[in-house]
């Protein structure tokens, strides 16, 4: 298994440290996405550069993409919209993804009408 961390400089919306982004497998025909911390405006470029990494990945050697934010505290409409980039790409990559979402996340989704399309997990 693989591992890649890239951290994001900066502060969240609420003065939080910047966001943390890891891209672990294939492990069992699953790569996995995780990112912690606020997802806000000032992370999109990264958060765009780990989901193509992340799809690429389990294009090549995996069924499911797997995006856990469970550890999110702020998810910013910017970086929804990577992650809605995410799925329409996996849809044409035909790799199966799931969301593993926070609180916030869950909340940011449902009210934005994506629940549907970003397929949420727990």
Same mark, same amino acid.
């Given at each position: &298994? ?11 919306? !609420?003065? *939080?440290?910047? !966001?943390? /982004? ?16 606020? %997802?806000d405006a ?9 989901? *193509?990494?992340?799809?690429? +990945?389990? !294009? @090549?050697?995996?069924? /499911? ?5 469970? @550890?999110?505290?702020?998810?910013? &409409?910017? !970086? ?16 199966? %993804? +799931? ?16 629940? *549907? /399309?970003?397929?949420? *997990?727990?």
């Amino acid at each position: &298994m693989s591992t890649t961390h890239a951290d994001v400089a900066g502060r969240g919306a !609420a003065g *939080e440290p910047g !966001a943390v /982004f890891a891209v672990t497998g294939p492990l069992a025909e699953v790569v996995t996405l995780t990112a912690r911390g606020p %997802l806000d405006a000032g992370v999109v470029d990264r958060l765009a550069t780990a989901t *193509e990494t992340t799809l690429q +990945r389990a !294009a @090549a050697h995996a069924d /499911f993409l797997v995006v856990d934010l469970t @550890a999110v505290t702020y998810l910013a &409409m910017e !970086a929804l919209r990577q992650l809605v980039i995410l799925a329409r790409a996996c849809r044409l990559a035909d790799v199966r %993804l +799931r969301v593993l979402p926070s609180l916030v996340a869950r909340k940011k989704i449902v009210l934005a009408g994506l629940a *549907e /399309f970003l397929p949420l *997990e727990g």
